[in-house]
């Protein structure tokens, strides 16, 4: 089982930068792919990256988001990490990281949820 605690969020304003991050517990963090996913107000939980466990790493992107966040994890440090910038007023939400046994944009494929950070983006 694995414990997730997400971080990092706040408020910034459009066209700033953010780092989330998802401190893991466990022992066995780098065997599972992880993603990240937002929701909105009013809105159902969005798939916005996610990462294979490895090895060759496989990165994917909402397309909303491509080209502005990346993800990324550090297995030594049991951390996984969402790089924002060019953040805008629409990316406004919780973020929540995710961990399953299988890669994929749904929230169905994920088995282990923290959370939930608040990022806010002011126009």
């Known amino acids: 089982q694995v414990q997730l605690v997400e971080s990092g969020g706040g408020l910034v304003q459009a066209g700033g930068s953010l780092r989330l991050s998802c401190a893991a517990s466990g022992p066995t963090f780098e065997t599972y792919a992880m993603g990240w996913f937002r929701q909105a107000p009013g809105k159902d939980r969005e798939f916005v990256a996610a990462m294979t466990r490895g090895p060759g790493v496989d990165t994917y992107y909402s397309g909303s988001v491509k080209g502005r966040f990346t993800i990324s994890r550090d297995n030594a440090k049991n951390t996984l990490y969402l790089q924002m910038n060019s953040l805008k007023p629409e990316d406004t939400a919780v973020y929540y990281c995710?961990?399953?046994?299988?890669?994929?944009?749904?929230?169905?494929?994920?088995?282990?949820w923290g959370q939930g950070t608040q990022v806010t983006v002011s126009s």
């Open positions: 995710a961990a399953g046994r299988s890669l994929g944009t749904s929230t169905h494929n994920y088995d282990y």
